[in-house]
């Protein structure tokens, strides 16, 4: 069983649509949890990080960790066509020092106009 | 200000060839990591280093792949002796390190295709 377990999709909804992206995990020690977006053919890049359960809202974007549950999940309101990308969880905790990461295979997203 | 830079950004090999990767992180970021992405795996962690010292290479999947940083600055990934299955992209990220989480930066990957 991997650490952290993720649909790979691809999921595809209509614009204005909402979205909603899981991870579930098996590890307890996880601290940070994070999302990442990958579009096709570049690195990913942070979108956001909470610690801990509850939410976090950013714009259109919501995180909510359950860490009774392992679960977390990212809403995203309204979805545009520019959101159409690869969304990557991934949650860390302290190994030896550092922040060890951990990531999810990602879910293939596509907004069709 | 400029981000991580990899280099090259596609390279094609031969099996049993030998190849560098490059990374460049962001000026000033002590943390630097090393992830192997795969159709369908996800990001597969290889190698952090903090400053030029590697506490943790525990994702290097053989003796065949190996890691140097240098000035506390740019890295490169060595694979020898190529296999198919190193096929992949291979990316660099760098952050400003410590033991709370700080945000991973990613340069674009290097794209592997071993022939």
């Known amino acids: ?113 | 200000g400029a981000g991580v830079s990899q280099s090259p950004s596609n390279k094609v090999t031969e099996k049993g060839k030998d190849v560098e990767l490059r990374c460049d992180p962001i000026s000033g970021h002590t943390a630097l990591y090393w992830y192997r992405q795969s159709l369908g795996q996800g990001l597969e962690f290889l190698i952090y280093f903090q400053g030029n010292s590697a506490p943790d290479k525990s994702g290097l999947p053989s003796d065949r792949f190996s890691a140097e940083r240098t000035g506390g600055s740019v890295s490169t990934l060595t694979i020898q002796r190529t296999q198919q299955e190193d096929s992949a992209v291979y990316l660099c990220a760098s952050s400003p390190g410590g033991v709370s989480y700080n945000e991973q930066f990613f340069g674009p990957g290097t794209r592997l295709t071993v022939l």
């Open chain 1, 1 to 113: 069983q991997k650490e952290v377990e993720q649909d790979p999709g691809p999921l595809s909804v209509p614009e204005g649509a909402i979205v909603s992206l899981n991870c579930t995990y098996s590890n307890s020690a996880f601290q940070y949890f994070m999302w990442y977006r990958q579009y096709s053919r570049k690195g990913p890049e942070l979108l956001m990080y909470t610690y801990s359960s509850g939410n976090k809202e950013d714009g259109r974007f919501t995180a909510q960790v359950d860490k009774s549950s392992k679960y977390i999940s990212l809403f995203i309101r309204d979805s545009q066509p520019s959101d159409s990308a690869t969304y990557l969880c991934a949650m860390s905790y302290n190994s030896g020092g550092y922040q060890k990461v951990t990531f999810g295979t990602g879910t293939k997203l596509q907004v069709i106009p």
